[in-house]
């Protein structure tokens, strides 16, 4: 099975009682010896491995040895066929900050530039739009609510692109 | 002794406090403010009283809400902790007229030393060195005697200025008039207004601080130096004692000289006195007091092995000092870091969030002091600092390797933070040599985050997606055979 984070592709072959991790050219065994509140203790080809891990939307927080990284899953949608992107219709927030309104439903169809939602960010009104005409998948935020940069706020699937 | 102590502050300090106080059987009030209902400060308090909006302005900077809440709750002290309305005169007059107790130095001492023109002032009359300088310059050749007098290299500033406006640094006396001219064009443009003043420019400046300490019948001691130099945008990072710039006699002339400093405005309880120490000359001038406790305070309580709260609080109840200055040591090496939710690839950017995980160091020696745990928030609101990380060993370079180890056993996720920088900073030579000035970081020291995260990275990602269901589940499947078992694929991918 293939995993994808950021545009790096991992193979991952179960064994008898480990898996086979493939990068490009590097290869290792991989033994599982506890996993547990985020927390993984590994037996990599021989070497023993504790690392964190925590999910947050796509993004996957990962520490190991001293060293801590962010990894973004890509989408699991990717074999479907006209090369369309899911996560074009992801809209993220720019900057951390305060929803100000929702003006859309999920559901709604909405068209190309449509204000969707408003941020307020360092003082600032952001415009949150519609990139393409289409229907709002989902809404992740309410009106109200403190979110992060890069937060997803808002999911609007393109007529074009059907999944 | 008091009954019970409201702390008028939020996060760590406030825990840090409170600690003190349950260590002497005094019992604790927390405050809050609508973003705080749930914060580990209110949690460590015997009670707790709500002050207001999550807005600083409408709760810890509100000081009738605060004094009402001291009063409501029957405390008979209140402690400011560092920040918010701590170095406020005004503040510390109602408390006491409330009558209660200020943990902390008078209002007056306060107010003279707020004042940055008139502490400078009284400063130079007590025999306090100053950063030397001259106003009121006219003629070029007044610039040019003064100049002369306090010796290059030196800086012509604007004095209406501000913000590096019509700032110039002047290296050799040829310089002077072209730059002289410069600075009055720029100030001119600037603030409408060509009048200038020179100092001196001390180049690798460090800045090295004395705390001192003082109780209620005039008996005035100093706990030693911080050497405080590694910084970001005049902000403290990395502090360390003893300094690794001063020699004993140094050491003696700058004690001597905070103890004068703080004398001269009749000073009692916690107070810091900041020093520019220009380590080519070996000269030092006094740049102001911080009337309260520092952040950093904890690597003077390990290298003296005085605790610094508890003396607050035992000379605001009247007690005596007990130690004279040639009781008193440094033992040791101590070093504090502070771990920011900041962004350091990103101008130090706050990052906010919740904190996915969060797992502190620990081992002999390793000192966190913090107000988060997992699962919390780390809000807009307030400061983004989330931890301060203090060691202490037996020489600068096992506290130096006893940091490292600390910092790679600090998990956080939810929030990008200074941990790495911090890593990259300790391991450079020049901190090794003690030769780290305040403009290091903007103007020696280039950090980038690696580009590749490494192959363990991807590795325990890619496991962490199959066997970890969410964030913080168990692992119910593990020992089944099939990997490919639903209990395990609880993501949406497909192979």
Redesign the interface.
Known sequence: MKITFDNTTIDLVPTDKSYRVTLGDKTAEVEILRAKDGQLELLIDGKRLTAYVSSDGAKRWVTVNGRTFVLTKSSGARKSGGGQHHAAGELTAPMPGQIRAVNVREGDAVTKGQTLMILEAMKMEIRIQAPMDGVVKSLAVKQGQTVEREQILVVVAGQTSKV | MFNKILVANRGEIAIRVMRACKELGIKTVAVYSDADKNALHVQYADEAVHIGAASPKESYLNADALIRAALDSKADAVHPGYGFLSENASFAAAVESAKLTFIGPSADSIRAMGDKAESKIRMKKAGVPTVPGAEGLESFSDFEKAADEIGYPILVKASAGGGGKGMRIVWDSDDLPEEVDAARREALHAFGDDRLLIEKYVADAHHIEFQVFGDKHGHLVHLFERECSVQRRHQKIIEETPSPSLTPELRKQMGEAAIKAARAVNYYNAGTIEFIFDPLLSTFYFLEMNTRLQVEHPITEHATGLDLVHWQIRIAAGEHFPYQQDQLSQRGHAIECRIYAEDPANNFL????KL??Y?EPRGPGIRVDSGFRAGDEV??FYDPMLAKLIVHGESRELAIQKMQTA???F????V??N??FM?AVLAHPDFADGKVSTRWIENNFNWTP?VE????????????????P???S??PG?NESD??SPWKTP?????
């Open positions: 706050p990052s906010t969030g996915l995980q797992i809000t807009h910092l790679r056993d998990v956080v996720h939810g990008v933070t941990i790495d890593q690696p995260p490494p192959f363990e990275s991807f590795i325990a990602a890619s496991l962490a997606d199959i066997v970890v969410g964030t913080k168990q692992v593990l990997p490919y993501s949406g991918f497909r192979n």
